[in-house]
T-cell receptor
Framework: SQQGEEDPQALSIQEGENATMNCSYK?????LQWYRQNSGRGLVHLIL?????REKHSGRLRVTLDTSKKSSSLLITASRAADTASYFC????????????FGTGTRLQVFP | SQTIHQWPATLVQPVGSPLSLECTVE??????LYWYRQAAGRGLQLLFY??????ISSEVPQNLSASRPQDRQFILSSKKLLLSDSGFYLC???????????FGSGTQLSVL
């Protein structure tokens, strides 16, 4: 089963614009992670936010977490064509940190 | 840092044939190991994970099985493939206190 649902499923923007993706999950978690996948490749870790954190930054990435709403958002600022990829959130479970479940993903297309 | 070897990159198998996909990890010891499957354009489905030799947790038993005969080796198997087993299979690991998943390059399996 999948823990997370992400929206939008697909997003198309111009270079320089910001991209926002959202993730919702079902159970209590210890942390939430965001990953990026280029077509036909393995996933690459972007950022991890813990359940006691509300916001985290890494370069052009900003992640927020609202545990009361069981949701997270990923903001990519000043997007570039090279940001074109699929983005997934992944969560563990509060009572099983070994089990890592992914959301359905958002396909981001950035046009030059 | 760890490296995940996953092979083959592409595999075409007839319905009813057996399957064995192997994943090996270098550069770390006692990793948690994972098998995920991704349908075209979709999210990742957790199939199996293992926290140690011989320890397998199954999320989607169905037609597949997994084994961990050595600390850094994780094998995905099937006795008889179904059309629905087609997909992109990804092996991943988590090491030590690092909670991030590192992925292999994946195997694209087509069952015809």
């Amino acid at each position: 089963s999948q823990q997370g649902e992400e929206d939008p499923q697909a997003l198309s923007i111009q270079e320089g614009e910001n991209a926002t993706m959202n993730c919702s999950y079902k159970t209590s978690i210890n942390n939430l992670q965001w990953y990026r996948q280029n077509s036909g490749r393995g996933l690459v870790h972007l950022i991890l936010i813990r359940s006691n954190e509300r916001e985290k930054h890494s370069g052009r990435l900003r992640v927020t977490l609202d545990t009361s709403k069981k949701s997270s958002s990923l903001l990519i600022t000043a997007s570039r064509a090279a940001d074109t990829a699929s983005y997934f959130c992944a969560t563990d479970e509060a009572y099983n940190t070994d089990k890592l479940i992914f959301g359905t993903g958002t396909r981001l297309q950035v046009f030059p | 840092s760890q490296t995940i070897h996953q092979w083959p990159a592409t595999l075409v198998q007839p319905v009813g044939s057996p399957l064995s996909l192997e994943c090996t990890v270098e550069g770390t010891s006692n990793p948690n190991l994972y098998w995920y499957r991704q349908a075209a354009g979709r999210g990742l489905q957790l199939l199996f994970y293992s926290v140690g030799i011989g320890q397998i947790s199954s999320e989607v038993p169905q037609n597949l099985s997994a084994s961990r005969p050595q600390d850094r080796q994780f094998i995905l198997s099937s006795k008889k493939l179904l059309l629905s087993d087609s997909g992109f299979y990804l092996c991943a690991c988590v090491t030590g206190t690092n909670e991030k998943l590192f992925f292999g390059s994946g195997t694209q399996l087509s069952v015809l």
